[in-house]
């Protein structure tokens, strides 16, 4: 019977030989697979991705409410509910109130 080291060195070779076949095995995938797109004129934007290079769609914004106070290197916040921007909670900490930064 092996010994659990021996296992562990035989799985990792498998495991080696297994991503060496998988990349083998990718390459001629995207091969196949653009010759294809070529062959029927089939484009990213068809399969339902972004062209390549496309523009993405911007982020939504975090926040509708309008801003109520600014921070002390320009940072915003509506002062909604939710978890206290990190510039809040050290104003607090450092015992100021938080009216002083009022826009």
Do not use: H
Request: charged letters at 25%; proline letters at 4%; zero cysteines.
């Amino acid at each position: 019977m092996a010994t659990y080291s021996e296992l562990m060195a035989q799985a990792q070779a498998l495991m080696n030989q297994a991503e060496q076949a998988r990349k083998n095995e990718l390459s001629s995938a995207i091969a196949d697979i653009k010759a294809k797109m070529k062959q029927y004129g089939i484009t990213v934007a068809d399969l339902g991705g972004a062209a390549a290079g496309g523009a993405k769609k911007p982020a939504k914004s975090k926040s509708k409410a309008a801003a109520k106070y600014k921070g002390p290197n320009g940072e915003l916040w509506a002062g909604g509910p939710g978890r206290k921007p990190e510039w809040v909670r050290a104003v607090l900490a450092s015992g100021k109130s938080i009216e002083d930064f009022r826009i």
